[in-house]
């Protein structure tokens, strides 16, 4: 590959949320400019989730430390490039209008 990168590893506990995603993403032809892609050659679903129910890579760590008691981590994954910056990021610095969005 091209080195390290930055990624967002996006876990969900709903199959049929992740499904309507997933399904959303490969079925229509959604620009890449506003839509950030799910990268291919990335582990498979198997091999999430059972890294997730393992809590290896410091999973655990980030769920005791920032998961409120009685939620859990979701096993299934969906992996994108890491966005230049969140919705509050662009809230904040292009003050959209109620049209815009």
Do not use: C
Not at 81 to 95: K, V
């Amino acid at each position: 590959g091209d080195g390290q990168r930055s990624v967002v590893v996006k876990l969900m506990q709903e199959k049929e949320q992740w499904e309507r995603e997933r399904d959303a993403r490969t079925e229509n032809e959604l620009d890449s400019r506003f839509i950030v892609q799910e990268l291919p050659g990335v582990p498979s679903d198997d091999e999430i989730a059972a890294a997730v129910e393992k809590k290896s890579s410091g999973l655990g760590a980030i769920a005791q430390q920032y998961l409120p008691e009685g939620i859990s981590l979701g096993t299934r994954a969906i992996i994108m490039d890491a966005a230049d910056r969140n919705l509050h990021q662009i809230y904040q610095q292009e003050r959209p209008n109620v049209n815009t969005v």
